[in-house]
């Protein structure tokens, strides 16, 4: 019975094998999930430590808000400013804007080599700017006219009543 017993023995060897393997596995699986565990309690302590260093640094280059208070103040303290200049200015911009509005000069310019012809004065050679007739100049001025009115609304009224530059 030697190749009965032989059998045996293998199977035996065979089973021991497994169990060993086995366990080798689930010890394998215990070490990676204590090392897993480990570096997240890392992560977390490291997250926290970096989270109060922010907070700290936040705090003190802020300098308790101090800082944010004095450029809130030097802000307001800039547009109330620049909100007084804009208002003493008003009518002379509304003016001046107005003067550039209501004058259009429709004569040519004096330059040697510009021809007329049915739509205004045009340059002979390539490259020059073209001269916009003057029914194209009005067009652009009443653009501009329209645009003041909407940029500055009340402005016109606030210098006489009328909308009219003296």
Known sequence: MSGQEGIDRLLAAESEATE???????EKTARIKQARDQAEDEIKKLRGDMDR??????????????KSAKLQADTEGQLAEIRRLAEAN???????ILSWITTVDTT???K???QGNSLGVCPRGEG???????????A?????????????PGCLFSMGG????G
């Open 20 to 26: 060993i393997v086995s366990k080798a596995r689930k």
């Open 53 to 66: 260093d922010f907070k700290n640094a936040e705090f003190s280059g802020s300098g308790g808000g101090d």
């Open 90 to 96: 008003r009518v002379n911009v509304v003016r001046q």
């Open 108 to 110: 040519p310019p004096p």
């Open 112 to 114: 040697a080599g510009w």
């Open 128 to 138: 020059a700017p073209a001269f916009r007739p003057p029914e194209r100049r009005l």
């Open 140 to 152: 652009a001025a009443r653009g501009v006219w329209q645009a003041a009115v909407r940029v500055l």
């Open 162 to 165: 009328s909308g009219e530059v």
